[in-house]
């Protein structure tokens, strides 16, 4: 082991020089190198020995560089140190387990991970002699000089995709740091094999060499987004993916081997007899049925597949679309060259439209990967190159989030009107809890408080009501004919849907008080109670008669049990409407009312839950509804009450926070002493890019309100900002 430390100390010591000299400063001479001659990085390595960075090394007599010879993690480290001309400290321990206080490298690994460029691996080892693969200098590049993707010099790799430095890596192409292999026309980049001395120094050349051409300051470019706080996994400690050992190329390595292993072999041993399995908050299974790895240096013992709920892992921030557990799947550090996951998605109603993600801690970002569906066996599966947490995303979902939030705003300012669905229940027990028919009162005193502009000019509308019609034989039957009103433009508006057993819509959206309120005197008191009938309704209400320049808003009013067995489409429904932007207001008329599923209601899109305990007290609970439905700070703290208690709060990355803060008297809710405007920041508009959105979306180039300056949970005490 000693000779071994020895050896590493010469080797560095020599290829890299310690000099912490301006690299703008005079030239060195350069020496002649034996085998540079006729070697592709000729010129690059002699520009580093000209900047006094790289020296090299005696060998038989002879000054090397050794172009061809790998390069492991700490030498590429002190190269880097040295070209930033980063300040050195004796440090007088070490932030890693394996790397020795007597380690020759140990002040410039701690040099880099002070300035944020690296924070180790996913155990908390940073692996300091292992080779640095290709992709892990892209990343120590691109955060050491703090790069931007740079418009216009777009590449394309046809190996990095999902892969976990695939962001790193075109960054670093687009500032024409790494090039790639181009083979039948295709381009590569080779993200795990193991850099050369040569492809490290060419990396640094090129970068240097462009900051000379545009006379930019690497010191003073305008610095990337902060790295996250928490310590991120994978090969250059800078980001969630990546198998936990960089090494050299698994697929040369004669001790790797490929691992299969079908539903049955997977129970017997990564399950330990029992299937691996799990569920989201919405009992939306999956079960894990293939695996499949390619050269892997492992063992089974080292394979770990574990389903979570998204509760545990994302706590109080949502991801818009997420279906089933988050999936945690680990090699214990054992490196491969692919794994394919195979689950059992049968039981999924939007199994269809899936697609398989990865959170990027350093990116802050979710990255798509490809992912197949088998309709014949009912499964989907996605590949990937590295350790790391995976989710399943509705691609709809995904997008319609951005959309609802979209919705919110006009030209920068919030959108002031409504288009309100009044769900009412026509149900026979509401002829006892509501004999006055006082819920028709109170719906009908809302519908001619609409708000409107006066100022706006006039326009034709077109709305679809019910007409009672009396046929001698057939008795009373409705008709939906339609009429046309003259209302103003800037208006709200009004729906009004009937359900018992089954659901009518009796007028769809209006600005004309009256239409509204005669369709609202149809309503009768009959059937049973089909709850989600009525949900199910409004959505497609909106999806066919709303105006995407109003909010959406509905209020469901309901005295009983709902009659019918609430299902899996059911639940994913209400994910459905908060994600298209539709916030549903519960009211539970008596205590008979089914109050636990009309709080899951509310909850699951944004909304709240009221408790009426007469129907004399209908009128003012509703216009209390009506009034927390517009924009308003009452509290004072500098956020809209419409993001802190009904559509919740986006970040730039699509995740939503559904906060519990109080509008009215929450300034600090969680009492941390940070307001909740400090804890949030200022909601900003964003242009939506084309890697936030499923592919060939429309919304590429729209703005949205998002909360782009988070920094604490405004409703936990124990996270508070960051100084």
Avoid at 164 to 192: L, M, Q
Avoid at 442 to 465: F, R
Avoid at 594 to 600: E, F, H, T
Avoid at 638 to 667: A, C, H, Q, W
Wanted: aromatic share 8%; with cysteine; glycine share 8%.
């Amino acid at each position: 082991m000693l000779r071994k430390a020895v050896t590493a100390v010469s080797i560095a010591s020599l290829v890299f020089g310690s000099s912490l000299s301006c690299i703008a400063a005079a030239d060195n001479p350069v020496p002649a190198f034996d085998d540079l001659e006729g070697h592709w990085s000729k010129s690059e390595v002699e520009y580093l020995v000209q900047k006094g960075i790289v020296d090299g090394v005696q060998q038989n007599g002879q000054q090397v560089i050794l172009p061809d010879k790998s390069i492991t993690r700490a030498e590429y480290i002190k190269l880097l140190v040295s070209a930033r001309q980063v300040k050195l400290n004796e440090p007088s321990e070490s932030s890693f387990p394996d790397v020795a206080s007597s380690h020759w490298a140990l002040k410039y690994i701690e040099a880099a991970k002070a300035n944020g460029w690296t924070d180790g691996y996913e155990d908390g080892t940073f692996k300091p002699d292992n080779q640095v693969s290709r992709a892990e200098i892209a990343v120590l590049m691109v955060r050491s000089y703090n790069l931007r993707m740079q418009e216009g010099n777009p590449v394309v790799f046809e190996d990095t995709a999902g892969h976990w430095a695939n962001h790193y890596v075109n960054t670093a192409a687009s500032n024409k740091i790494v090039e790639g292999d181009t083979v039948n026309g295709k381009r590569y980049f080779y993200p795990e094999k193991a850099a050369t001395r040569a492809e490290g120094m060419a990396m640094l050349t090129r970068y240097l060499k462009t900051t000379e051409t545009a006379g930019k300051d690497p010191k003073k470019e305008t610095p990337a987004p902060a790295p996250s706080p928490t310590p991120a996994p994978g090969p250059s400690g800078t980001t969630s993916g990546g198998s936990s050992d960089s090494g050299s190329d698994s697929s040369s390595d004669s001790g790797t081997q490929q691992v299969t292993l079908d539903k049955d072999a997977i129970q017997n041993t990564l399950g330990g007899g029992k299937p691996v399995e799990g569920t989201d908050e919405l009992n939306n299974k999956i079960a894990l049925v293939g695996l499949d790895l390619s050269s892997f240096g492992g063992s089974l013992s080292d394979i770990s597949v574990k389903l979570e709920k998204p509760n545990t892992v994302f706590s109080q921030l949502s991801v818009p679309g997420l279906t089933g557990p988050v999936i945690e799947f680990s090699t214990n550090g054992k490196s491969f060259a692919s794994g394919t996951l195979t689950f059992n998605v049968a039981e999924l109603s939007n199994k269809q439209n899936l697609a398989a993600a990865y959170y990027n801690e350093t990116t802050k970002r979710f990255e798509f990967l490809p992912t197949v569906y088998n309709a014949d066996q009912g499964t989907l599966s996605f590949t990937t190159t590295h350790n790391s947490k995976y989710v399943l995303i509705d691609k709809t979902s995904w997008e319609q989030t951005f959309r609802a939030h979209l919705s919110t705003v006009v030209d920068g300012t919030y959108k002031p009107y409504i288009d309100f669905a009044f769900i009412i229940d026509s149900s026979g027990s509401m002829g006892g809890t509501d004999p006055k028919d006082l819920r028709k009162t109170a719906v009908t005193s809302l519908v001619y408080g609409l708000k409107h502009d006066a100022a706006s000019p006039l326009k034709t509308e077109t709305v679809t009501v019910a007409k009672s019609v009396y046929e001698e034989g057939q008795g009373v039957h409705f008709e939906y004919p339609t009429v046309t009103n003259q209302v103003y433009s800037l208006s709200d508006r009004a729906a009004i849907i009937d359900f018992d057993n089954s659901v009518r819509t009796f007028a769809t959206f209006s600005a004309h008080s009256s239409t509204v309120a005669d369709a609202v005197y149809h309503i009768d008191s009959d059937g049973g109670t089909n709850i989600f009938a009525g949900v199910r309704e409004a959505v497609k209400l909106y999806d066919t008669y709303g105006d995407s320049g109003q909010r959406k808003i509905a209020l469901l009013l309901t005295d009983g049990q709902n009659n019918y067995a609430t299902t899996q489409d059911d639940l994913n429904l209400l994910k459905e409407a908060f994600e298209k932007g539709i916030t549903i207001i519960t009211m539970g008329l008596s205590s008979q009312a089914d109050i636990s599923l009309l709080k899951q209601i509310a909850e699951y899109t944004g909304g709240m839950y009221f408790q009426v305990q007469t129907a004399e007290d209908l009128q003012a609970y509703f216009k209390s509804a009506l009034e927390n439905s517009y924009h308003e700070d009452k509290d004072q703290d500098g956020l809209d009450d419409f993001y802190e208690k009904t559509t919740g709060m986006m970040l730039e990355n699509g995740m939503i926070i559904r906060t519990s803060t109080d509008p009215v008297t929450g300034k600090d809710t969680d009492g941390d002493g940070f307001t909740d405007l400090e804890e949030m920041g200022e909601p900003v508009d964003m242009v939506v890019t084309a890697d936030m959105v499923p592919a060939d979306s429309t919304l590429v180039g729209k703005t949205v309100k998002v909360f782009k300056n988070f920094k604490s949970l405004p409703t936990d005490k124990n996270d508070v900002p960051k100084p």
